[in-house]
């Protein structure tokens, strides 16, 4: 007979470990879903903007127009950017505006024309500020950022 109460009550131990053991994994999991959440919904805050300060030709968007900035901003005429320039002139994915490193950077995506930063050319991916000018074949875009 005791050999049968130290079975029961070893059972029912290895079975209020496995419960604990799973509670522990779904508390892990609820923090990570809760994470990620606040993770996702900080990357849906804008942090500046973009305005159209020209267009040439039959470029639109128009003068003053306004594009908000998420931490990654692929500009060109292509559907799937995040910002989409109806200009002839631009390449399908022309441009490329990311903060890494607490800091703005702007890239070109091997675009036909080239893209401009503050009426330069630029090779490489470059640090861009506030008030600078980003040329996209004939859109002339200024950064403000928050």
């Known amino acids: 007979m005791d050999s049968a109460v130290l079975l029961l009550v070893l059972r029912a131990a290895a079975g209020l470990l496995l419960l604990a053991f799973v509670a522990a994994v779904l508390i892990m999991m609820w923090r990570d879903f809760r994470m990620i959440t606040n993770e996702v ?6 942090r500046g903007r973009l305005v159209v300060v020209s267009a040439r030709g039959t470029a639109t968007p128009m003068p003053g127009e306004v594009f908000p900035l998420l931490p990654l901003n692929s500009l060109g005429r292509g559907p799937t950017n995040s910002i989409i320039l109806h200009d002839s002139f631009a390449s399908n994915e022309h441009a490329l505006l990311t903060m890494r490193g607490g800091q703005w950077w702007l890239e070109d995506r091997g675009s036909s024309n080239g893209t401009l930063l ?27 950022l928050e």
Do not use: C, F, M
């Open 118 to 144: 503050n009426g330069y050319a630029i090779e490489g991916p470059v640090v861009v500020s506030s008030g600078d000018v980003i040329g996209l074949g004939q859109l002339e875009l200024k950064l403000e």
């Open 41 to 46: 919904e900080t990357r849906k805050i804008p």
